[in-house]
């Protein structure tokens, strides 16, 4: 069963979250708010998921955001619930694969840069084209560009509005895997499977809360943070255990 909201269609495969950009045949946004972020949040949430995928409908992941000459009134507040629908991404309890085939433009870059595992096919093409368009990303582009590609790659890459392949992606460090364009589903799922398996759900989010902690957090918080996460974890494992040998 799918169910729908903005431009996003939600739908289960066993224990695994599919999220659908729905816009064909480009999949561009024609809004910061994409989609509601409670209803993500709820999704994404779900009890007994492992996982989550995000890909594009038809031939393309998202072609970015529709440009329209008559900005709304309230811009700025729905460029900051864009970023905070990216944020429920970044800071899912469960991990999240982009699956990129075709074009993934500006703020279908920005979506992408959001998930935790970025996987493209050889015919994939990605790239921030604003510069070119007079204007820059608004989603959380540069900062997550620098997060995930350093200083100095990402400089020139948002400045040259330079679009680039599969391969060279991986190359950059915008992705992790490249693969044909027909297997990429099927490589998402199989990341999936390596990253959590049969491992406590609760295990996989507190890794992965305390490495987003790692990239936003002052070190001495986020090293305070990591070790309550464990000692919860550690404590938990010797009651388990208790309880086993007491049965």
């Known amino acids: 069963m799918s169910i729908r909201d903005g431009i996003i269609n939600f739908e289960k495969k066993d224990d695994i979250a599919i999220l659908t950009i729905s816009n064909p045949p480009g999949n561009r946004l024609p809004d910061p708010v994409f989609v509601v972020p409670e209803i993500l949040h709820q999704h994404l949430h779900e009890e007994g998921l492992r996982g989550a995928i995000l890909i594009g409908e038809g031939n393309n992941f998202c072609e970015g955001a529709a440009i329209d000459s008559n900005i709304p009134e309230d811009i700025y507040h729905r460029l900051n619930e864009g970023k905070r629908i990216l944020d429920i991404i970044e800071e899912s309890p469960i991990p999240v694969i982009a699956a990129i085939?075709?074009?993934?433009?500006?703020?279908?870059?920005?979506?992408?840069?959001?998930?935790?595992?970025?996987?493209?096919?050889?015919?994939?093409?990605?790239?921030?084209?604003?510069?070119?368009?007079?204007?820059?990303?608004?989603?959380?582009?540069?900062?997550?560009?620098?997060?995930?590609?350093?200083?100095s790659t990402a400089l020139p890459f948002l400045l040259s509005s330079e679009y680039v392949s599969g391969e060279k992606a991986v190359e950059l460090g915008i992705a992790h895997y490249v693969v044909p364009r027909q297997k990429v589903l099927g490589k998402a799922f199989d990341v999936l499977e390596k990253l959590v398996g049969d491992k406590k759900r609760k295990v996989i989010n507190y890794i992965m809360k305390s490495v987003l902690a790692g990239k936003r957090m002052d070190r001495k918080k986020a090293l305070k943070l990591e070790s309550k996460l464990v000692i919860e974890l550690v404590e938990e494992q010797y009651k388990n255990q208790a309880l086993s040998q007491d049965t």
């Open 101 to 151: 085939n075709g074009a993934c433009f500006g703020g279908g870059l920005e979506i992408a840069l959001a998930c935790h595992i970025r996987i493209v096919g050889t015919s994939a093409m990605l790239g921030f084209p604003e510069a070119e368009l007079g204007i820059m990303p608004g989603l959380a582009g540069t900062l997550r560009s620098v997060e995930e590609l350093g200083y």
